[in-house]
């Protein structure tokens, strides 16, 4: 090799080298925007799970709780958010899964009061596989390979279009958090940093592509994002979605 090809080979090497670490860097960021932030989570490759009790039957109620529990056995919270809505005893509203055991039925009510019943509502779930799924109740089936699952309402997105009942400048206006499933098959979780419609709330969803979104909560909305500077470890939750690592 010349010494013309080996500085054009070194420049090729230089080039792809600045080009993954741009892409590796822009993929930590490129979801957030000025009024939400987000995190993306591959259920294939990262240990995603859903917390309601511990093992003497006590609530985790919040991240403080749940960090310090999971520190016990060495395992590292990396991300956590609240994961649906409850009741005042802090037990789920509608339909939950953990690890493959239903702790409580699908909510079939058509009519009722909040935003759990705003028509149509929804499930997300992962199977054993790790796939994830986001549909609406209405045509989801309990099937034997479900690991987690949680049900909330309204759905957000619905096979690519805006939940036809959200209204674009309304002035209902709260923290919000949601998830749905990327182009790529990953999960994208989401807060809003401040009050927010739901209508602009489901837009960022669909701006990213999410065929199927979902409304998780509003108002006690929490996240725990150490990477991003957010660690709101006060709250009183049912269900919590985390993301863990084995501690180093």
Same mark, same amino acid.
């Given at each position: 090799?010349?010494?013309?090809?080996?500085?054009?080979?070194?420049?090729?090497?230089?080039?792809?080298?600045?080009?993954?670490?741009?892409?590796?860097?822009?993929?930590?960021?490129?979801?957030?925007?000025?009024?939400?932030?987000?995190?993306?989570?591959?259920?294939?490759?990262?240990?995603?799970?859903?917390?309601?009790?511990?093992?003497?039957?006590?609530?985790?109620?919040?991240?403080?709780?749940?960090?310090?529990?999971?520190?016990?056995?060495?395992?590292?919270?990396?991300?956590?958010?609240?994961?649906?809505?409850?009741?005042?005893?802090?037990?789920?509203?509608? %339909?939950?899964?953990?690890?493959?055991?239903?702790?409580? =039925?699908?909510?079939?009510? #058509?009519?009722?009061? *909040? /935003? @759990?019943?705003?028509?149509?509502?929804?499930?997300?779930?992962?199977?054993?596989?790790?796939?994830?799924?986001?549909?609406?109740?209405?045509?989801?089936?309990?099937?034997?390979?479900?690991?987690?699952?949680?049900?909330?309402?309204?759905?957000?997105?619905?096979?690519?279009?805006?939940?036809?009942?959200?209204?674009?400048?309304?002035?209902?206006?709260?923290?919000?958090?949601?998830?749905?499933?990327?182009?790529?098959?990953?999960?994208?979780?989401?807060?809003?940093?401040?009050?927010?419609?739901?209508?602009?709330?489901?837009?960022?969803?669909?701006?990213?592509?999410?065929?199927?979104?979902?409304? %998780?909560?509003?108002?006690?909305?929490?996240?725990?994002? =150490?990477?991003?500077?957010? #660690?709101?470890?006060? *709250? /009183? @939750?049912?269900?919590?979605?985390?993301?863990?690592?084995?501690?180093?």
């Amino acid at each position: 090799m010349n010494l013309k090809n080996l500085f054009f080979s070194f420049r090729l090497i230089v080039l792809i080298s600045l080009l993954c670490f741009c892409s590796k860097q822009t993929s930590e960021v490129q979801h957030d925007t000025a009024r939400i932030l987000a995190y993306e989570v591959n259920p294939k490759t990262e240990q995603l799970h859903f917390y309601w009790k511990n093992e003497q039957g006590e609530i985790y109620e919040n991240f403080q709780n749940l960090k310090t529990q999971l520190e016990a056995t060495q395992q590292e919270l990396i991300f956590a958010m609240n994961g649906g809505m409850y009741k005042r005893d802090q037990s789920p509203q509608g %339909l939950y899964v953990e690890n493959g055991q239903l702790k409580s =039925p699908l909510d079939t009510l #058509q009519k009722g009061f *909040g /935003n @759990f019943y705003l028509q149509p509502n929804g499930v997300f779930y992962i199977t054993k596989e790790n796939n994830p799924v986001i549909c609406t109740s209405q045509v989801f089936k309990l099937i034997e390979n479900i690991k987690y699952a949680t049900q909330s309402g309204p759905m957000l997105v619905i096979d690519g279009k805006l939940h036809e009942k959200l209204t674009k400048d309304s002035i209902n206006l709260h923290i919000r958090n949601g998830v749905g499933i990327l182009p790529n098959g990953n999960l994208l979780f989401a807060m809003s940093k401040e009050k927010i419609n739901f209508y602009d709330f489901a837009t960022f969803f669909k701006e990213k592509g999410c065929e199927n979104a979902l409304y %998780l909560d509003g108002f006690v909305s929490k996240t725990f994002l =150490p990477s991003k500077n957010y #660690q709101q470890m006060d *709250g /009183n @939750f049912g269900v919590i979605i985390g993301v863990t690592k084995p501690v180093q």
